[in-house]
């Protein structure tokens, strides 16, 4: 199978812009979270998606967003761009369902740099 | 609610010394518990899982770790390490009524020559 995979790998955009981050999750696979890592504030959920609902949510603004479509990928948004949003943003799909472990499987990460 | 401590945001070991990374969690029922690895600029590969099968869960390249229930603890241990561990690693617990993960800081391990 193929792993998960996010596009683009590498992002640059200015303070202001917005941003969106697509993932596309293990063949099979209802759940995608999203999360944000930087070197100050670890690794840190944003939400996560189940079946094109959002099932869990963290402690992140309204600017991000996120979605997941009938075929199982996603995309999340960040919108008015900050500084602090400079960071490698992960993807991460699972099973999801009832009963199951939930292991989740990483994508390789999406690096964005806001100038 | 449920958290997931990592005692020690860096260790470091000498190559061929015992690898033991620390994790505690909280939580009234026995969730289900994982320790990944992340090597730079990359993101993070599932090292072992704990699903209450057995309480020794062996991984891959050599690690294992201990379910003790009476300590809530989650430990990861390697008995020679390798400079290709140094890694960072984490711990995750995830709630088996809401499914919500919950990721531990972060151990940096650094291997020395």
């Known amino acids: 199978k193929a792993g998960v995979t996010q596009t683009p790998r590498y992002l640059i955009k200015t303070r202001g812009q917005q941003v969106t981050l697509s993932c596309s999750p293990i063949?099979?696979?209802?759940?995608v979270s999203w999360y944000q890592q930087t070197p100050g504030q670890g690794l840190q959920f944003l939400f996560e998606?189940?079946?094109?609902?959002?099932?869990n949510k963290g402690n992140f603004p309204g600017r991000f967003s996120g979605r997941q479509f009938s075929n199982s990928r996603s995309e999340m948004n960040v919108s008015t761009l900050e500084l602090g949003d400079s960071a490698l943003y992960l993807c991460?799909?699972?099973?999801?369902?009832?009963?199951?472990?939930?292991?989740?499987?990483f994508g390789p990460g999406t690096r964005l740099t806001v100038l | 609610a449920q958290s997931v401590t990592q005692l020690g945001s860096h260790v470091s070991v000498s190559e061929g010394a015992l690898v033991l990374l620390r994790c505690n969690y909280s939580s009234s029922v026995p969730p289900y518990l994982f320790w990944y690895v992340q090597y730079p600029n990359q993101g993070l590969q599932l090292l072992l899982k704990?699903?209450?099968?057995?309480?020794l869960v062996k991984g891959i390249n050599g690690f294992e770790a201990e379910f003790k229930k009476s300590e809530t603890s989650f430990h990861l241990t390697k008995p020679s390490a390798h400079m290709s561990d140094a890694a960072e690693y984490f711990c995750a617990v995830s709630d088996r009524g809401t499914y919500k993960y919950i990721f531990g800081t972060g151990t940096r391990l650094k291997v020395l020559a």
């Open positions: 063949s099979g696979h209802r759940s």
């Open positions: 704990y699903t209450s099968a057995a309480t």
């Open positions: 998606y189940f079946s094109e609902t959002q099932r």
């Open positions: 991460a799909s699972s099973s999801g369902g009832r009963g199951t472990q939930n292991e989740q499987f």
